[in-house]
């Protein structure tokens, strides 16, 4: 005996519909093939075994991936060219698929819906007018439907006319129906994204990376600052040079001043007077991280002393101890340069844009013919405004001649 | 089969990006590759570790290579029937060049 059954949200919660095919196994009904663009899953009969399921998505795999068939832990039942289906007979087995293609797929769904939705609020709140109509029109369409039609005086003959009568009715259902499926859509990725994060190895915890015998506890951190061990040093936008921090760190371990704790936000260094030592630093910029990166880079000997509070657009200050030669982050000129590159970008991107607006609002202010140049009232707002363009235009400036000072250092090697 | 553009953007390929997919003849993590690397060509390269998550990253979204594990934040890296092409046609392009490398190398000995 054959089986299909129709499962049409089962990739918002694919772990779900794995448990699923598990236990429709366990009942006796092997997987045979999931029909992808219909929905369908079609089993055939078999003897009950325990037996998991893993559906995997990636784009262009073309198969199932010859490595996870041998050693005949996984058995293939199905592929098409971008998902494909495995079981195995094993509870932990060495090495299953990751779930990143499903949790990159979803996130992009949750994002439009997301977007969508916040366009349906909006326009809902816009116009209470028309969520009260709609309302009405669901009472009204909650039963009463044949008596309404009965009591018409005119019954709908033509095509037309019956068209137009029930999309009257119709009409609020549908609308109420893709809202109802967009929240589900929105809330259920919600929840399910969160576990195949978590699936796919990342946590936010990344207490993992710290290097927690160099660095001091908060504790230890404020008994030494009482006994005057500790020296604080505070920089004001350092960011945006990070060569020249870079340098300044290595001098100041050179001179035996080890850093053993950065401030939440970045600003702050702490340094216990120690030994020299020679130390390579290096700030890193990245535009999203994930634990792998935080790993990598720690096996590689690096140790981490800041990173930003938010995953995207971070910057890491990573220190690595050496002896003669002086390891490097980025190992060749290709890499050092794109990474150079892509911080110099974001930053400058983001600044000049506001740079333009408060010169054009500075323009305004000065020639409005509304506005008395010589006002003194004026005055205040034109130079806060002026020292704030001049600060972000100088952090643009800043970034970029990085990225220049970075190429130059390739010249000259 | 790999695209026109991929293709283009690869080969010829940096000495790194080579070794690199040179290295997952079998599924490696990024440490692993960055080890294997340095003992393949006796420390004549040591990748930097900001490279290596770079280079894999940017293989990953163009699908030369996958994901063969990641249960304990330890990314496990396989190459992709795709990866598979492009490094055969890398190992064609420099096979070529050691045979030239070979016959042209006497006359610059002195």
């Given at each position: 005996m054959n089986k299909t059954v129709f499962?049409?949200?089962?990739?918002?919660?694919?772990?779900?519909?794995?448990e699923w095919l598990s236990q429709m196994h366990a009942d006796g009904y092997a997987l045979l093939r999931i029909h992808f663009a219909a929905r369908l899953f079609y089993f055939e009969q078999t003897v009950p075994a325990a037996v998991f399921y893993r559906i995997v998505l990636e784009k262009k795999s073309n198969g199932v991936p010859s490595i996870y068939l041998e050693n005949n832990i996984y058995a293939a039942v199905c592929s098409t060219s971008n998902y494909y289906v495995i079981r195995t007979e094993e509870t932990e087995p060495e090495a299953a698929p990751s779930y990143n293609g499903f949790l990159s797929r979803n996130k992009k769904i949750k994002f439009v819906v997301g977007i969508i939705l916040l366009f349906v609020v909006m326009l809902l709140g816009m116009n209470l007018m028309i969520l009260i109509t709609l309302a009405g029109a669901l009472l009204f369409s909650g039963g009463t439907e044949t008596v309404f039609f009965s009591d018409l005086a005119h019954t709908p003959q033509t095509p037309i006319e019956v068209f137009n009568a029930v999309m009257t009715f119709a009409f609020p259902v549908i609308v109420l129906l893709t809202i109802t499926w967009l929240c589900y859509t929105y809330f259920k990725l919600r929840i399910t994204n969160r576990?195949?994060?978590?699936?796919?190895?990342?946590?936010?915890?990344?207490?993992?990376?710290?290097?927690?015998?160099?660095?001091?506890?908060?504790a230890e951190m404020k008994k030494m600052s009482k006994n005057n061990k500790v020296i604080k040093k505070s920089k004001i936008a350092w960011i945006y040079a990070p060569d020249k921090v870079e340098i300044w760190l290595e001098k100041m371990e050179g001179r035996g001043y080890h850093l053993v704790r950065m401030s939440k936000l970045g600003n702050s260094f702490y340094?216990?007077?120690?030994?020299?030592r020679k130390m390579k630093f290096h700030v890193d910029y990245q535009n999203s991280t994930d634990p792998s990166y935080y790993n990598l880079n720690k096996e590689s000997g690096w140790k981490l002393f800041f990173t930003s509070i938010s995953r995207t657009q971070s910057n890491n200050v990573w220190g690595n101890e050496y002896t003669d030669e002086p390891p490097m982050?980025?190992?060749?000129?290709?890499?050092?340069?794109?990474?150079?590159?892509?911080?110099?970008?974001?930053?400058?991107?983001?600044?000049?844009?506001?740079?333009?607006?408060?010169?054009?609002?500075?323009?305004?202010?000065?020639?409005?013919?509304?506005?008395?140049?010589?006002n003194p009232i004026f005055i205040g707002p034109f130079i806060i405004y002026a020292v704030v363009c001049i600060e972000l235009g100088s952090f643009a400036v800043r970034t970029i001649l990085y990225y220049f000072r970075v190429k130059k250092s390739f010249a000259e090697k | 089969m790999i695209s026109e553009k991929v293709r283009k953007a690869y080969i010829p390929m940096s000495e790194t990006a080579y070794y690199i997919l040179l290295s997952l003849s079998e599924p490696r993590h990024g440490y692993g590759i960055i080890k294997f690397v340095e003992e393949l060509t006796e420390n004549r390269i040591i990748l930097g570790s900001g490279t290596v998550y770079g280079t894999l990253a940017k293989m990953y979204k163009d699908k030369l290579i996958s994901i063969y594990d990641d249960k304990d934040r330890k990314t496990i890296y396989r190459i992709t029937g795709d990866?598979?092409?492009?490094?055969?046609?890398e190992i064609e392009r420099v096979k070529k060049v050691y045979v030239n490398t070979l016959t042209q190398e006497g006359y610059f000995h002195e």
């Open positions: 499962r049409p949200f089962w990739s918002y919660d694919v772990v779900k519909t794995e576990q195949l994060e978590k699936l796919c190895g990342d946590t936010l915890d990344l207490s993992f990376t710290l290097p927690k015998d160099t660095l001091l506890s908060h340094f216990i007077s120690s030994e020299p982050f980025y190992s060749d000129k290709e890499s050092t340069l794109k990474h150079a590159r892509r911080f110099a970008l974001t930053y400058s991107l983001s600044f000049l844009p506001l740079c333009a607006m408060y010169i054009f609002a500075m323009g305004k202010f000065y020639f409005a013919d509304f506005f008395m140049p010589q | 990866g598979r092409q492009l490094i055969l046609l």
